[in-house]
């Protein structure tokens, strides 16, 4: 494993796809490159992660009916335990970075 900085560079000829550019080496912290061309995504978020958008529009639709849209530019966190959907509006390219303790303990589905 290298101690040197990683350079984020997107590469234009990855399309629908994820790149992972970095993991640590305990597998709990990752930084990559993904897109999406389109659609809804169901997800739950055992996890924490930080969005920057390159290109595109999305929607997140949490399950308690919240709403949130993020344009190119712009960047968000998810946090651990968001449930909801991910709606790709406009093609996705995205680069991310991701924590996810190895001991990390699922959230309960809220009552």
Same mark, same amino acid.
């Given at each position: 494993?290298?101690?040197?900085?990683?350079?984020?560079?997107?590469?234009?000829?990855?399309?629908?796809?994820?790149?992972?550019?970095?993991?640590?080496?305990?597998?709990?912290?990752?930084?990559?490159?993904?897109?999406?061309?389109?659609?809804?995504?169901?997800?739950?978020y055992?996890?924490? *992660?930080?969005?920057?958008?390159? *290109?595109?529009?999305?929607?997140?639709?949490?399950?308690?009916?919240?709403?949130?849209?993020?344009?190119?530019g712009?960047?968000f966190?998810?946090?651990?335990?968001?449930?909801?959907?991910? *709606?790709?509006?406009?093609?996705?390219?995205?680069?991310?970075?991701?924590?996810?303790?190895?001991?990390?303990?699922?959230? *309960?589905?809220?009552?």
């Amino acid at each position: 494993m290298s101690t040197r900085p990683v350079r984020f560079v997107p590469n234009p000829t990855i399309q629908g796809t994820t790149a992972e550019w970095y993991k640590d080496r305990t597998g709990s912290f990752t930084a990559g490159y993904w897109t999406h061309p389109g659609g809804l995504i169901e997800v739950t978020y055992n996890e924490e *992660e930080f969005c920057v958008l390159l *290109e595109g529009k999305v929607r997140l639709t949490g399950s308690d009916g919240t709403v949130d849209e993020y344009s190119a530019g712009e960047a968000f966190i998810i946090p651990t335990g968001f449930v909801g959907k991910w *709606e790709t509006l406009e093609p996705v390219r995205k680069w991310y970075v991701i924590w996810a303790p190895a001991d990390f303990k699922k959230p *309960e589905p809220a009552q």
